[in-house]
């Protein structure tokens, strides 16, 4: 349970405790008008026992006035709760959903490769959602639910021990079929939880996707992965409901059984004359009350057994180390590869015992066939993934042992497929030094050459772009993306050559704002022609993962190895037209 409510605060117990003591004095405010009612109830049975001493009319004001000062306290106490646990319910969401994308954006890319995305929305809204929900209304109601009986419990065995007990003794029997049909309702939350999600991120994959299932004319209904998982969601909410109902519904009717019992007692023991009417109808009054919150204890319970696993989703996350560091690189020094190793998946090595040097302000291209490694390389040097074997080090400094954050300060990536949040073109820009003034974001603009097309637009530097840049053509947007980097003015530039598709007008446009990116800076290029790197430093050429050739164009040339070969393809595909 210590785990579960540690669970469900995101860690702070704590923070749990105010509303749990609101939920408190709710719970004993409610209990004064039903003692209230009983003295009312006993004058005006005394008149009428003892016709001599007459109606009691002053105590009957008093108490009617006590009755109504206490909808004020009641009040007071209800708007207390209310403020507790929504405020703590809604902070502890917010906060919470906030320090885990936080958290989120620190994890090694690794867990981004094994995570769905959508399970990943569905964690941030809907699990924590669920939590929210059992935080603001079912932790209150259980606190008040079973806080009541057991106070009622206490005073009433001091009144009339055999009624208390009658009124109770199946209230541990309905406990008990709860505890005893514990793991079934676990088994069957955890799969609907599975189901909810599954059926969330299938969603989400299909409205991503809507693009390739209408050019692959996939209609609704053969998008057979979204039907299955609404059908499993929907057997395993009929499940659910089907199967924890009853097993809830038994519980209750247990656990109300204990107010027939009373009353059978009850009239047992006054026709014996060992009860008095005012005892029966207190234990009548306090029986209906504290019936109603047992009820809702046991109904939240239930909930409260399906969001544990909503808030072990997201501990599970929680528990997941970012990447560690806390040393710097010195920017305009060395990358070396010492000996690499690195596989996505341990045992599947991607590149392997990789070597070689990069020198401060040169070009350096990477080539090689498809999968060789090449995106990899740049990817290691970021440290989105740290090597399994060997050392990366900037400057003498591996990057293993560097600030992730601070070593990005120093690395400005240019990939093919650009993304574009929604929002201005302008603070599109911006991501790349957010202090930005809106001169320098246009200095920059004109430097990657977009600054033209920017201001032909409706409303410039303020034109709002589609999520992902679905507005603007892919030109513009890789225009915009060396923009980014040209602000963010970093020593290091990763890019993935980026003309590739692009037409010729648009192409030039970009290579000469790449021109201007790679100027006095350490480039590392992904290049997929090779018509394109011709002059750069140093081309290092990957095969399966391994240094295959080094050298500049000419050299690798005369070698007559793979470089030669790959050249010779694409001068041979480069005559190729559809005719
Ligand atoms: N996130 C990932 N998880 C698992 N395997 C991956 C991942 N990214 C790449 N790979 C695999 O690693 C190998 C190297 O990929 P990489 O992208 O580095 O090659 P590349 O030379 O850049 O290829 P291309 O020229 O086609 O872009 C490939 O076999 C690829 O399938």
């Known amino acids: 349970m210590n785990n579960y409510f540690y669970n469900i605060s995101g860690g702070k ?7 749990g003591f609101a939920a408190l004095l709710d719970g004993l405010a409610k209990m004064v008008p039903a003692a209230l009612l009983v003295d009312l109830f006993n004058t005006i049975y005394i008149s009428f026992a003892e016709p001599d001493t007459g109606l009691n009319v002053a105590r009957m004001w008093i108490v009617c006035a006590i009755l109504f000062v206490w909808l004020a306290v009641e009040y007071v106490a209800y708007a207390s709760l209310y403020d507790k646990t929504y405020g703590v319910a809604y902070s502890l969401a917010a906060t919470g959903r906030l ?24 964690l941030l809204l809907g699990d924590y959602g669920q939590v929210e929900h059992t935080i603001s209304h079912n932790v209150p109601q259980l606190i008040s639910g079973l806080a009541l009986p057991l106070l009622a419990l206490a005073g009433l065995l001091f009144v009339d021990w055999q009624m208390a007990l009658a009124m109770f003794v199946a209230a541990p029997f309905g406990a008990l079929l709860l505890w005893a049909t514990d793991s079934v309702q676990a088994k069957l939350s955890a799969t609907h939880v599975k189901a909810k999600n599954e059926a969330a991120s299938r969603l989400q994959e299909y409205l991503t996707g809507i693009r390739e299932i209408k050019a692959h004319n996939m209609g609704g209904q053969r998008f057979e992965r979204l039907r299955l998982s609404f059908d499993q969601l929907k057997s395993a909410s009929i499940r659910l409901e089907g199967i924890m109902g009853p097993m809830i519904m038994g519980a209750m009717l247990l656990t109300r059984s204990g107010m027939t019992l009373m009353i059978l007692t009850g009239s047992y023991l006054l026709v014996g004359g060992e009860l008095s009417l005012p005892v029966f109808l207190l234990f009548l009054l306090v029986g209906t009350r504290v ?3 047992l009820t809702v204890v046991l109904i939240n319970y239930g909930e ?29 020094q060395p990358i070396v590869f010492d000996r690499v190793t690195f596989g996505y998946d341990a045992g599947k090595p991607v590149l392997r015992d990789l070597s070689f040097t990069i020198e401060p302000n040169t070009i350096t291209a990477l080539v090689g066939p498809s999968g060789s490694g090449k ?3 740049t990817r290691l040097i970021s440290r ?30 240019v990939f093919q497929d650009v993304y574009l949040f929604q929002d201005t073109i302008g603070n599109n820009i911006r991501i790349g030094k957010m202090d930005a003034t809106q001169e320098e974001i246009e200095e920059a603009a004109k430097r990657a050459q977009c600054h033209e097309f920017i201001r032909n637009l409706p409303q410039g530097y303020d034109t709002p772009v589609g999520e992902g ?8 947007k890789q225009r915009i993306s060396i923009a980014r980097a040209l602000l963010k003015d970093a020593s290091i530039v990763l890019l993935d050559e980026a003309t590739a598709s692009l037409d010729p007008e648009n192409e030039a446009a970009v290579q000469e704002a790449i021109n201007e990116l790679v100027t006095g800076k350490t480039v590392i290029l992904i290049a997929h022609r090779l018509k394109t790197i011709q002059h750069a430093d140093k081309i290092l050429v990957l095969d399966q993962g391994q240094l295959a050739e080094e050298g500049t164009h000419d050299e690798l040339l005369a070698r007559q190895g793979l470089y030669a070969r790959l050249w010779q393809l694409q001068m041979n595909t480069d005559g190729w037209r559809v005719k």
């Open 13 to 19: 117990i704590s923070s749990l405790l105010p509303s």
């Open 99 to 122: 320090s885990l994308a936080e958290h989120i954006r620190r994890l090694s890319l690794g867990f981004f490769g094994r995570r769905d995305p959508g399970d990943l929305t569905n």
């Open 291 to 293: 019936f109603e919150p």
């Open 304 to 332: 409260m057994r399906y969001s544990a696993f909503s808030a072990e989703r997201i501990m599970e996350v929680r528990r997941e180390q970012p990447l560690q560091g806390t040393g710097s690189v010195q920017p305009g």
């Open 375 to 377: 995106s990899t390389v």
């Open 384 to 413: 989105f993934w740290d090597a399994q074997r060997g050392t990366i080090a900037i400057g003498g400094e591996p990057v293993s042992g560097a600030d992730p954050e601070r070593l990005l300060q120093h690395i400005s990536m």
């Open 469 to 476: 840049g679905s507005t603007l053509s892919g030109g513009e």
